[in-house]
T-cell receptor, first 112, second 115 residues
Framework: DTGVSQDPRHKITKRGQNVTFRCDPISEHNRLYWYRQTLGQGPEFLTYFQNEAQLEKSRLLSDRFSAERPKGSFSTLEIQRTEQGDSAMYLC??????????FGPGTRLTVT | AQTVTQSQPEMSVQEAETVTLSCTYDTSESNYYLFWYKQPPSRQMILVIRQEAYKQQNATENRFSVNFQKAAKSFSLKISDSQLGDTAMYFCAFMKQSGTYKYIFGTGTRLKVLA
């Protein structure tokens, strides 16, 4: 399978705990995006990497959120001190240059 | 800032019939792309069709076609010969042709194809 993969697919955590999600993009894609999708809404942009450089972060990305893409390959998204409002589907997408984005299956986070 | 509006939260269509999903957007950009993505229940989002703003010709992909009206900032999706497998959430997305190429999505239209 050469598509975008994400791990885990589901995560249930208690409020206040830290969580980390992983995204493996399509191997030749230099651009990687994180989006958040809540129920009944379209995905909202969180952050963007070109290779290993994080070039844009949305205002949605509070200081409890951090993302990395070491060596320009996989990416991780960490949420510290989770809150119930963080419950959402976290989507990763990758693309080549200015072409369309390919999405992973998402990680569904539930904060109890 | 760009915005994308999908005014039809839910739609249904009989199998083999034709349905049109609407999308309007607002931007001051002249160079951009528009996309329709399909998100089946519990499955990942996949690209249905894309349209470059500089192209006057409407994009088509098999049973899927768009009606792109640049002046009106309208980008509707027509699905012909609807199939049960077309049941999904459909999202319209805007991408500026510069900078980070991030997407701005609409809120989606839930389409149900009835047997």
């Amino acid at each position: 399978d050469t598509g975008v993969s994400q791990d885990p697919r589901h995560k249930i955590t208690k409020r206040g705990q830290n969580v980390t999600f992983r995204c493996d993009p399509i191997s030749e894609h230099n651009r990687l995006y994180w989006y958040r999708q809540t129920l009944g809404q379209g995905p909202e942009f969180l952050t963007y990497f070109q290779n290993e450089a994080q070039l844009e972060k949305s205002r949605l990305l509070s200081d409890r959120f951090s993302a990395e893409r070491p060596k320009g390959s996989f990416s991780t998204l960490e949420i510290q001190r989770t809150e119930q409002g963080d419950s959402a589907m976290y989507l990763c997408a990758s693309s080549e240059s200015n072409s369309e984005q390919y999405f992973g299956p998402g990680t569904r986070l539930t904060v109890t | 800032a760009q915005t994308v509006t999908q005014s039809q939260p839910e739609m249904s269509v009989q199998e083999a019939e034709t349905v049109t999903l609407s999308c309007t957007y607002d931007t001051s950009e002249s160079n951009y792309y528009l996309f329709w993505y399909k998100q089946p229940p519990s499955r990942q989002m996949i690209l249905v069709i894309r349209q470059e703003a500089y192209k006057q010709q409407n994009a088509t992909e098999n049973r899927f076609s768009v009606n792109f009206q640049k002046a009106a900032k309208s980008f509707s999706l027509k699905i012909s010969d609807s199939q049960l497998g077309d049941t999904a959430m459909y999202f319209c997305a805007f991408m500026k042709q510069s900078g980070t190429y991030k997407y701005i999505f609409g809120t989606g239209t839930r389409l149900k194809v009835l047997a």
